[in-house]
């Protein structure tokens, strides 16, 4: 018996299977999650390596489409199906990254590849040695793709595969038409802003030295031997390290009085409204009454409204005129604009510090409902939209329906077998009737 027939290589194959599923659905749910964001890494990509040929669109195709072909392949893995395709494409794809990811480490042009989204944040350093890893796992499938073990068998595989192209279209198109389902930003619904911008400051304590006759003596300032010891000098020593805030960018600020209004802002202790707006000369005018309105209504219960964009000045006069806003805009960094709220223009609702509420702004509640609300402000996303938030409710959304697949093929299996029962098996009578492991995929 060959190494390739051994159980420990079949075992061996099979464990860096799973692994590289794994890795591949979860790279490619959190890039579908996020389409936006995939499309600004795209576009940075493009910006580290001087390549200025796709427009914002042909970028977001590109990331979306990675993100597809990664969820399907790591999926096709996960269930045994396409063997020689995968087999073949997973190292590939895999020797793909980990040259792209050395040429970054090696060049430095990008700090985060972003093969995780915002999910998982990884240095260019640890990227690369993940990548090799991943690669290294992925040559097995070269010899060993007939001993993967399957979990569905070849007449009921296309159900797997409709599935999985409908249920990550399904993630891409409603992230990108509203939010991302999952929300793996500093900014979540729920986030202590006040928490996350203050960080730690550290301790420290000064140290007296002392000096007689070669001998040296550290007492903490104050403290003082006896006469014969001489003060030859202090130090510094650090009792704690200081905490870096985890959101060290959050800064509105108002050029009129050159003030930051985000410390303003978070301490507020009751409701504060802030639309987000990276760049107004692209924002959606389609939704602009909703902001009036908005505005006009937080003026009316006293709740605070922000307008925050990294626009120019003749780009906002432009804006105000267009759409006849009254409310003041005052400027924010654009990439922490981008992070705020994929959406543009979006809009957060702060109480108290903390995350209540966010928005695309085509989702934002009308006015109507919100004079309905026991608090006076819409209290979430719409009720559909609501229950299909957070990472628990898409992994049942994908591991229900696989294993409801799995389930009809063992019985359209065993129905096929009662039905061969009856059948004349005398031109079998050469067959040993052992389960066939090469397959055809």
Same mark, same amino acid.
């Given at each position: 018996?060959?190494?390739?027939?051994?159980?420990?290589?079949?075992?061996?194959?099979?464990?860096?299977?799973?692994?590289?599923?794994?890795?591949?659905?979860?790279?490619?749910?959190?890039?579908?999650?996020?389409?936006?964001?995939?499309?600004?890494?795209?576009?940075?990509?493009?910006? $580290?390596?001087? @390549?200025? /040929?796709?427009?914002? %669109?042909?970028? =977001?195709?590109? #990331?979306?489409?990675?993100? +597809?072909?990664?969820?399907?392949?790591?999926?096709?893995?996960?269930?045994?199906?396409?063997?020689?395709?995968?087999?073949?494409?997973?190292?590939?794809?895999?020797?793909?990254?980990?040259?792209?990811?050395?040429?970054?480490?090696?060049?430095?042009?990008?700090?985060?590849?972003?093969?995780?989204?915002?999910?998982?944040?990884?240095?260019?350093?640890?990227?690369? $040695?993940?990548? @090799?890893? /991943?690669?290294?796992? %992925?040559?097995? =499938?070269?010899? #060993?793709?007939?001993?993967? +073990?399957?979990?569905?068998?070849?007449?009921?595989?296309?159900?797997?595969?409709?599935?999985?192209?409908?249920?990550?279209?399904?993630?891409?198109?409603?992230?990108?038409?509203?939010?991302?389902?999952?929300?793996?930003?500093?900014?979540?619904?729920?986030?202590?802003?006040?928490?996350?911008?203050?960080?730690?400051?550290?301790?420290?304590?000064?140290?007296?030295?002392?000096?007689?006759?070669?001998?040296?003596?550290?007492?903490?300032?104050?403290?003082?031997?006896?006469?014969?010891?001489?003060?030859?000098?202090?130090?510094?020593?650090?009792?704690?390290?200081?905490?870096?805030?985890?959101?060290?960018?959050?800064?509105?600020?108002?050029?009129?009085?050159?003030?930051?209004?985000?410390?303003?802002?978070?301490?507020?202790?009751?409701?504060?409204?802030?639309?987000?707006?990276?760049?107004?000369?692209?924002?959606?005018?389609?939704?602009?009454?909703?902001?009036?309105?908005?505005?006009?209504?937080?003026?009316?219960?006293?709740?605070?409204?922000?307008?925050?964009?990294?626009?120019?000045?003749?780009?906002?006069?432009?804006?105000?005129?267009?759409?006849?806003?009254?409310?003041?805009?005052?400027?924010?960094?654009?990439?922490?604009?981008?992070?705020?709220?994929?959406?543009?223009?979006?809009?957060?609702?702060?109480?108290?510090?903390?995350?209540?509420?966010?928005?695309?702004?085509?989702?934002?509640?009308?006015?109507?409902?919100?004079?309905?609300?026991?608090?006076?402000?819409?209290?979430?996303?719409?009720?559909?939209?609501?229950?299909?938030?957070?990472?628990?409710?898409?992994?049942?959304?994908?591991?229900?329906?696989?294993?409801?697949?799995?389930?009809?093929?063992?019985?359209?299996?065993?129905?096929?077998?009662?039905?061969?029962?009856?059948?004349?098996?005398?031109?079998?009578?050469?067959?040993?009737?052992?389960?066939?492991?090469?397959?055809?995929?």
């Amino acid at each position: 018996m060959g190494w390739t027939r051994s159980k420990y290589f079949i075992a061996y194959t099979n464990i860096c299977r799973l692994v590289l599923s794994l890795v591949l659905v979860v790279s490619g749910f959190v890039k579908a999650v996020d389409p936006i964001g995939a499309m600004y890494k795209m576009r940075e990509y493009m910006t $580290a390596f001087s @390549i200025d /040929l796709f427009s914002d %669109s042909w970028l =977001l195709v590109f #990331g979306i489409s990675q993100a +597809v072909v990664e969820f399907l392949l790591g999926l096709f893995l996960l269930m045994g199906v396409y063997r020689r395709v995968v087999s073949y494409l997973t190292p590939m794809v895999m020797l793909f990254f980990t040259v792209l990811t050395a040429v970054i480490y090696f060049s430095g042009n990008i700090e985060d590849c972003g093969c995780f989204g915002e999910a998982i944040a990884l240095s260019n350093g640890e990227t690369l $040695a993940k990548n @090799i890893f /991943l690669l290294f796992l %992925s040559l097995p =499938l070269l010899s #060993g793709r007939k001993r993967f +073990v399957c979990h569905i068998s070849f007449r009921t595989r296309w159900m797997v595969v409709i599935f999985a192209i409908f249920y990550i279209a399904t993630v891409g198109i409603m992230s990108y038409s509203h939010l991302p389902v999952v929300d793996f930003s500093r900014y979540r619904v729920g986030a202590d802003m006040r928490a996350l911008t203050q960080g730690e400051p550290g301790e420290y304590r000064v140290i007296s030295v002392y000096e007689r006759e070669g001998e040296t003596c550290e007492l903490p300032e104050g403290e003082q031997p006896d006469t014969t010891w001489t003060f030859v000098g202090s130090r510094s020593e650090v009792v704690k390290e200081s905490v870096e805030p985890v959101i060290a960018d959050f800064s509105i600020m108002d050029w009129e009085y050159d003030s930051d209004v985000a410390e303003e802002l978070l301490a507020d202790t009751g409701y504060v409204c802030l639309v987000a707006m990276e760049r107004v000369e692209n924002a959606s005018v389609s939704r602009v009454d909703k902001i009036n309105d908005m505005y006009d209504y937080c003026q009316e219960i006293g709740v605070p409204f922000y307008v925050a964009t990294a626009s120019e000045d003749e780009d906002i006069a432009l804006w105000c005129k267009r759409t006849g806003a009254e409310y003041p805009l005052y400027w924010g960094d654009e990439l922490m604009l981008r992070g705020m709220v994929r959406s543009n223009p979006g809009v957060l609702l702060f109480k108290d510090g903390v995350i209540v509420g966010k928005w695309n702004i085509s989702d934002l509640p009308p006015v109507e409902e919100m004079t309905e609300s026991p608090t006076g402000m819409p209290d979430g996303l719409p009720t559909l939209l609501q229950r299909m938030q957070g990472w628990r409710f898409w992994l049942l959304a994908l591991a229900l329906p696989l294993l409801l697949f799995v389930l009809i093929d063992v019985v359209a299996c065993k129905g096929s077998r009662s039905k061969d029962e009856g059948t004349d098996v005398g031109s079998d009578a050469g067959s040993t009737g052992a389960p066939q492991t090469e397959g055809i995929d």
